[in-house]
Every structure is written in structure tokens, then in C-alpha cells.
């Protein structure tokens, strides 16, 4: 169960925006920070700030041992099998350009296909289509059914031999669609593939065990998960990363620097070049403490309850139109909508004048929009800070919306 007092936890959810009570759903963009981590951060830079791996006196010990601490923390949070396979980057975006630089270039060649979906935010998507241009290879996609789910029966018919890397997100930033992840990578593997998850909206939502899922690569953001921005994980198989070239250099992930050849550090660090972003990697840690004492089965069980209801009552506005799956079984935390006749940056703007935080846009998925047949949508993302009562909220806003609008033309 949810903590009645969760909201609590969060201390910018005490506040009013427009002289009304904040709603805030847009999870989805980042989530909000729970006071355990934001008390992490600064007790680091009040008591332990130092670099870290380089010294040898205290505060930079307690710095290292805090960095490390918060790898292995990671580690146990998604069931890697070494703290080896857990590199920290900024992001999401990061992880993936990573893995399309340093494992992309060096496996793929002319002719060779890359697989990934119409759902895919734009950072699953432009690292493959730039790795595409550069080696001649062949960037396909996987078609999506009405609902804006995935059958396996097109994935098998999309993945081929000549496939040498699959790359697909979990969890869909705009629908919800909760995919068939360690299904495809079965298939990935069969036919000599690798697979890349994004785990963006996943990690947050949905207990992951990364070995069970047997894929090969995996990247997640930290502020999407309560954790503050600029740090990210990549997550890779031991034997993948020890084949692949840093594509960052610098200092921290060289062994031994001459004139004219270096050679790096072992797993994790030769991925890791500079000064690490250690108050941030702390944070991560702290959050995944929160996350792990909350449960995150208990998160999945909320945010499906809570997407259910949200859209049986959004339903009954007429002229909404709700995309992606209708069972909230096959979906996390998000629904995404439209307003008949009314743009959707109109509707967030107006939810906002009530306090009501929705995000309007192409929400970084253009293709998807093109597919979807739109230009853009209105987003709302809960996460377990959110009730019943924020969904209410949500609804008479954009009840009020139609109405004004209604009047306007």
C-alpha cells in the first residue's frame, strides 16, 4: 500500500500555483523529490564534499564510499550480477548515444538492420538513425497495432538475421504501453541480435530484473524516479563492455597515460572520464532507498488503479479521446488525450490557471505524433503522490476547458 501521508514526503507538492492547490501530472517529464533525497545531497555538500577514487583522506574516502555505495545500490535495484556492469552517465540520452557510439560502431557494418518501433522517444531514435547513415546499415521499424500495443508476431517478422540490434523501450513515455520487453529480446537473441531497452518510464514504475529480461543493454534516467537530474544509468552485459571502446576520455578512466598510447581502467570506470557526478549518484541512491521502502510493486498496483480510473472518468467528456491501450493492466501511470477543436498546448494552459500540471506537446515523439495522426497531444502522468482526488481535479479542468473554448468559438 501507498503511504496516505506520501504526499508528505514531498515537500513542493505544499504549495498553491494560480491560488490553487498544485496537481502536478507530469511525472512522465520528471517526478519530484522526495526529502530523503534532497537531504542526501546536501548533507554531501555540507559534509563529505570531495572528489572521489584519487584521495586518500577522509572526506574523500566517505565521498567514494558513498559514490560506490550508490553503484551497488543500482546494482541490487535492477539485479545486475556486478557493480561492473553499472555505469553512471547523465541520462538516458547519454546511456543510449553510448551504447550506438562505442557498441554500434564497431559491430555494425553496411547492410546490416537496426530494429526499433514507431513508439520510441527521440533519443531511441536518433542515435540509430545518425549509426544508420554512417555505416550504411538499415534503420527498420516495428508497426504498432491499433492500440498502440506490440504483437510478437510483427516482431518476428520485422527481426531477421542480418538484424544486429534491437533497441525498444519498455514502457512508452506517451501511451503507457507496457511492452513485451523480454519476449523481443528472446526473439533479439535467436536471430544473433543485441537488444537495447530504454527503461526511462520503466525503472520509476516497474520492478525490473534485468537478468530475467536477458537483455543486453539498458539505460534509465534517475530524475524520472525521485532521484535529481544530470545522472543516469547504462546498464550492459560484462562481456559486452569489456569489448567495447570509451567514447569519452579524460582523466578517472585511463590506467596508465604515455606520449603518444593510454590504456583505461577496468569496468565500470574506463566509461566514466572525468570527475564523476558524484552528488547526484548519491541522490540515486537515495531515491532507490525510497523507492525500495515504498515497493515498487505497491507503485505498479497504484498507478494501474489509478490510470483505470482516470480514464473511466475522462470518458465521460465528450469529444476526449484517450490513445493507447484501454486496459490499464497494459499500461503504467500515463494517459495521454485530446480535446476536440481545442489544441492541446490550449488545455494545459488552461488546466494550469487551476494549478492542474499537464505536459502538451509532441512529448519528444514526433514519429509516434505522425503515426497517431496528430500533431500533438495532452498528457497526464501520475505517479504515487497522486489520488483519485488529482484525477478529479484533472476532469473538471478540462470540463471547464470545453467550456470556455465551447463559448470562445
Known sequence: MIPNDIKSYFPILNQEVNGHPLVYL??????????????????????????VHRGVHTLGNRATDSYEGAREKVRKFINASSTQEVIFTRGTTTALNTVAAGYGRQNVQEGDEIVITYMEHHSNIIPWQQLAKEKGAVLKYID???????????????????????SMMYVSNVLGTINPIKEVAQ???????????????????????IQDLDVDFAAFSGHKMC???????LYGKKALLEEMEPVEFGGEMIDFVGLYESTWKELPWKFEGGTPIIASAIGLGAAIDFLEEIGLDNIAAHEHKLAGYAMDQLETIDGLQIFGPRDPMKRCGVVTFNLDDVHPHDVATV?????IAVRAGHHCAQPLMK???????ARASFYMYNDEEDVDRLVAGLRSAKEYFGDVF
Open 26 to 51: 507530469d511525472s512522465a517529464a520528471t517526478s519530484q523529490k522526495p526529502i530523503q533525497v534532497i537531504e542526501a545531497i546536501t548533507n554531501y555538500y555540507n559534509l563529505d564534499n570531495s572528489n
Open 144 to 166: 504498432l497495432e491499433a492500440d498502440g500495443t506490440i504483437s510478437l508476431e510483427k516482431v518476428r517478422e520485422t527481426i531477421t538475421p542480418k538484424t544486429k540490434i534491437v
Open 187 to 209: 526473439i533479439a537473441h535467436e536471430n544473433g541480435a543485441v537488444i537495447v531497452a530504454d527503461l526511462a518510464q520503466a525503472a520509476p514504475h516497474l520492478k525490473v530484473d
Open 227 to 233: 532521484g535529481p537530474t544530470g545522472i543516469g544509468v
Open 351 to 355: 488546466l494550469d490557471m487551476s494549478g
Open 371 to 377: 503515426w497517431l495522426q496528430v500533431t500533438a497531444t
